[in-house]
Structure formats: C-alpha cells, structure tokens
C-alpha cells in the first residue's frame, strides 16, 4: 500500500509530507505514506457531503467545528514539532471541540470524532490500521461508514481508552452522537441515492 517513489522502509514526517506534490492526496500512519488515489466515487462523496451538511447544520453557533478532507489530523502531535510528527490523516469528516487544536495547516491532536466513509481501496486501513490509530490517540467517537451497504458502524471510547463493541446502524436508523447529547441523524437522509 506505501507507494512505489516513497521507500517503505524509511520513516517520514510532516516535515517530508509537505514537502511533496500537491497533485496527489497522501496519509502516514506510523511514518509509512500512503497515497490516497484513486479519487472517491461520487456515491462517497454525496454520502460525505450529507454527513457534513447535518453536521454543520447542527453545529451553527457551538463550540465545536466540522471539516472535511482535504484537512490534515497531526496525531501524537501535541507537544512534538511539525517537523517530527510520523502520523497524519486526512478522515472524511472531523469535529474539533478544543479551538485550541486548530491552526491553519489543520488539527493538532486528536479530534473529538472522525468519520470514514470506506472505499474499496481504503477499507483495510479504516477497519484496521485508523482503527487502532484513532484508540491509540484518544479520539473519543469513531464512524465507519459502508456506503453501498447503507451501514455505519459506531465506535466510541471506554474509560479504558478503547473503543467499545460497535453500534450497527442501517438506512432505516436514526444515528446517535456520543459526543453530542441531543443529535441524531436519520440515515435515510444520508444515504439517499
């Protein structure tokens, strides 16, 4: 999965991600890049931008904020220079609750909650390496999202900083926030065609 022109064996920073191309998405977990091509199917981004807009509609005038990829998460970043952080991802969607985790390159840190809409060539990495890299760092409300299944698969963080066994949405559900007391969306709306 690393790319050809970027040696598997060498461990990289954000210092090297941005210093490369802009004409190719990239991700590094542990160091090791991975190249985000091919582009999403149109199918993941209506799912994304549905998501997004429920979310940001909900999110008018509250602490938190929503992005959407392209938007870099620099994990185990928090009291680490730019230039020695070996994990930054881009997940489909992120919520921030902490302002000061923001700054114009992205989040530093962990976010409250991240969304992976899984494609055929990202499904391996979201089910298990982002999985074990989002618990790892804390990040407290996990969605896998299964566009052409119609499913969601909801994590969210024990005390014992893991993620507990997953809630199973379908498109006839309404989803429920953790993070969020009183927000819930009807997956109908998401996944409609």
Same mark, same amino acid.
């Given at each position: 999965?690393?790319?050809?022109?970027?040696? &598997?064996?060498?461990?990289? !920073?954000?210092?090297?991600?941005?210093?490369?191309?802009?004409?190719?998405?990239?991700?590094?977990?542990?160091?090791?890049?991975?190249?985000?091509?091919?582009? /999403? !199917?149109?199918?993941?981004?209506?799912?994304?931008?549905?998501?997004?807009?429920?979310?940001?509609?909900?999110?008018?005038?509250?602490?938190? &904020?929503?992005?959407?990829?392209?938007?870099?998460?620099?994990?185990?970043?928090?009291?680490?220079?730019?230039?020695?952080?070996?994990?930054?991802?881009?997940?489909?969607?992120?919520?921030?609750?902490?302002?000061?985790?923001?700054?114009?390159?992205?989040?530093?840190?962990?976010?409250?909650?991240?969304? &992976?809409?899984?494609?055929?060539? !990202?499904?391996?990495?979201?089910?298990?390496?982002?999985?074990?890299?989002?618990?790892?760092?804390?990040?407290?409300?996990?969605?896998?999202?299964? /566009?052409?299944?119609?499913?969601?698969?909801?994590?969210?963080?024990?005390?014992?900083?893991?993620?507990?066994?997953?809630?199973?949405?379908?498109?006839?559900?309404?989803?429920?926030?953790?993070?969020? &007391?009183?927000?819930?969306?009807?997956?109908?709306?998401?996944?409609?065609?």
């Amino acid at each position: 999965m690393a790319v050809a022109d970027k040696d &598997e064996h060498i461990k990289y !920073t954000y210092k090297d991600y941005l210093s490369w191309t802009n004409d190719e998405r990239w991700e590094l977990i542990e160091g090791v890049p991975y190249n985000m091509s091919p582009s /999403p !199917t149109r199918k993941h981004q209506k799912v994304v931008g549905e998501l997004f807009a429920s979310i940001h509609n909900y999110l008018k005038g509250k602490a938190c &904020e929503v992005y959407s990829a392209p938007f870099d998460v620099r994990l185990f970043a928090e009291n680490v220079s730019d230039d020695d952080v070996t994990n930054v991802v881009q997940p489909d969607i992120v919520i921030v609750c902490d302002p000061s985790k923001l700054d114009d390159k992205g989040c530093k840190g962990s976010p409250d909650m991240i969304i &992976e809409v899984v494609s055929p060539s !990202t499904l391996k990495r979201d089910l298990k390496e982002k999985f074990y890299l989002y618990e790892k760092a804390g990040v407290k409300e996990y969605w896998i999202v299964f /566009p052409d299944e119609k499913t969601v698969l909801s994590y969210y963080l024990g005390e014992d900083g893991k993620y507990k066994r997953p809630e199973v949405y379908s498109e006839e559900d309404n989803i429920k926030f953790r993070i969020f &007391e009183s927000f819930e969306i009807e997956l109908k709306d998401i996944f409609q065609n």
